[in-house]
């Protein structure tokens, strides 16, 4: 990348997530993949900005009116329903970040491509669920960013947080909520009391059908043919939760928790500034 | 607990950890555990408190100077070395926090003061294995009196750094660093490009023996009769990375991440606030 065009792209960024970089060559070091031959990947920014999404997240999470009565294992889920890594790709996307990384994979721009056609054509998450690997590469981006703005900013919560919420603003909808049926499926087991969720592969060679048996019920399959196999597995999963042998035990079992990451969710695109809530 | 009891407990563990709550109750909801009959206990802050706890360590080790190097799996690898369940428990232990602890859970004191006694006794992490409940509390209770310090402190990583930093500083020795050999083990098969370590647990019901398998060397032995499975395990990993037909590989895998423990460690120790390395 030229020095011009690698300025142009400096200015861009910057001016998308709203912060300008007292050190830019951070800015390049979080936007620079592995495969690229530069000395500086965003490896350890990504895994910087994890740990301080996460941080936000949980924090905006245990002050919800929800937060307070759940314990750790149901705040932990709830935090990955509401950052896990089909999310902050959609965010990569949406604001057409992948176009400033940094690398020398040839597949990803193809791959890039088809996920935001399959994001616009197929909202629907389990349409898309075969380009995980992609999928991480791209939340990687914004967790580096992030990452990138608490290490410039002199570790400002602050700041990591108005970046943070102003890429993810547009993309919450409090209204809709979306989790992952099969860890849903397996959590309402666990809750019943009941044995975990047995997949069925038997006929997934013939057929490309995968079904899910729980609790003795007869079993829930995915529907039609499907070619990916995780795609199937969601959409067992969610026949099983709607069905109406379950649809009673999951409906009660996660109302609460449905109606916290709403609540969560809404803060998130009304908090605009981290501390607000305490100092003002 | 009556109320002086509460209150004397309150001005004692604020004198220990050297903070000073503006809103006490939220020290109290802290050191309460599940079992108690109060409404509120320290599940949330626990969350918090792991999630404030990552970010710091996060920070610490990627400005550090072997940081720049690792990928993501290994930061996370080396963060759980700093700062696992294990370790968290014995700086509970060591400040005898478990005393302000409320909960209604019979077998809690004689199972604190035997690991009290053990950790006194054994210092070497293997032997103590078969308490990895009651670690979990302990380990909880720091946890939660860090994310109580954050919340109360509008946030301030600042607040937490301190307080964690003072508690875990009487703890750290730079030039012993202890590393869990099962999960070495795994890991130095990974990076090998062999497969998984096999465990094999044939000989354990009459000999108290673990085996384990790693690239057809003949299988490595966890050594005299054991009673705990988990110790066992421990036992046979770390006979492998330390037989002669492994040393070579492991020590030239894993000499960099032990120097970087060891500068990670060495920077808590002397690092005093949170942001001085930025704004002095």
Same mark, same amino acid.
């Given at each position: 990348?030229?020095?011009? #065009?690698? &300025?142009?792209?400096?200015?861009?960024?910057? $001016?998308?997530?709203?912060?300008?970089? *007292?050190?830019?060559?951070?800015?390049?070091?979080? %936007?620079?993949?592995? +495969?690229?031959? %530069?000395?500086?990947?965003?490896? %350890?920014?990504?895994?910087?900005?994890?740990? @301080?999404?996460?941080?936000?997240?949980?924090?905006?999470?245990?002050?919800?009116?929800?937060?307070?009565?759940?314990?750790?294992?149901?705040?932990?889920?709830?935090?990955?329903?509401?950052?896990?890594?089909?999310?902050?790709?959609?965010?990569?996307?949406?604001?057409?970040?992948?176009?400033?990384?940094?690398?020398?994979? #040839?597949?990803?721009?193809? %791959?890039? $491509?088809?996920? $935001?056609?399959?994001?616009?054509?197929?909202?629907?998450?389990?349409?898309?669920?075969?380009?995980?690997?992609?999928?991480?590469?791209?939340?990687?981006?914004?967790?580096?960013?992030?990452?990138?703005?608490?290490?410039? &900013?002199?570790?400002?919560?602050?700041?990591?947080? $108005? @970046?943070?919420?102003?890429?993810?603003?547009?993309?919450?909808?409090?209204?809709? @909520?979306?989790?992952?049926?099969?860890?849903?499926?397996?959590?309402?087991?666990?809750?019943?009391?009941?044995?975990?969720?047995?997949?069925?592969?038997?006929?997934?060679? #013939?057929?490309?059908? @995968?079904?899910?048996?729980?609790?003795?019920?007869?079993?829930?399959?995915?529907?039609?043919?499907?070619?990916?196999?995780?795609?199937?597995?969601?959409?067992?999963?969610?026949?099983?939760?709607? +069905?109406?042998?379950?649809?009673?035990?999951?409906? +009660?079992?996660?109302?609460?928790? +449905?109606?916290?990451?709403?609540?969560?969710?809404?803060?998130? *695109?009304?908090?605009?500034?981290?501390?607000? &809530?305490?100092?003002?």
């Amino acid at each position: 990348m030229g020095k011009n #065009k690698c &300025s142009s792209a400096r200015s861009e960024i910057q $001016k998308l997530i709203g912060y300008t970089f *007292k050190n830019p060559d951070l800015l390049d070091e979080a %936007r620079t993949h592995g +495969s690229s031959n %530069r000395s500086l990947n965003y490896h %350890r920014l990504e895994f910087l900005g994890d740990a @301080v999404i996460s941080c936000l997240i949980a924090t905006v999470l245990v002050e919800s009116d929800g937060g307070r009565e759940l314990n750790q294992g149901q705040l932990t889920l709830l935090r990955k329903d509401i950052v896990d890594n089909e999310k902050l790709a959609c965010v990569c996307i949406f604001h057409d970040l992948n176009k400033y990384l940094i690398h020398n994979e #040839k597949k990803f721009h193809s %791959r890039f $491509k088809e996920f $935001k056609r399959e994001l616009r054509d197929n909202p629907e998450r389990d349409q898309w669920r075969g380009l995980v690997s992609e999928l991480k590469v791209l939340a990687d981006l914004v967790e580096s960013l992030i990452g990138a703005v608490f290490l410039d &900013s002199d570790y400002s919560l602050e700041k990591a947080w $108005k @970046v943070f919420v102003k890429l993810l603003k547009p993309l919450i909808n409090p209204d809709k @909520v979306r989790r992952d049926p099969k860890t849903m499926l397996k959590e309402l087991c666990e809750r019943m009391g009941w044995k975990e969720p047995y997949y069925d592969y038997s006929v997934w060679e #013939k057929r490309g059908i @995968v079904r899910v048996r729980v609790n003795g019920f007869p079993p829930f399959e995915s529907g039609k043919r499907c070619s990916n196999k995780d795609v199937a597995i969601a959409r067992a999963a969610k026949a099983a939760l709607e +069905s109406n042998s379950l649809k009673e035990y999951s409906t +009660s079992i996660f109302l609460q928790e +449905s109606e916290t990451i709403r609540i969560v969710l809404k803060a998130l *695109k009304e908090k605009d500034t981290f501390y607000s &809530s305490k100092t003002s």
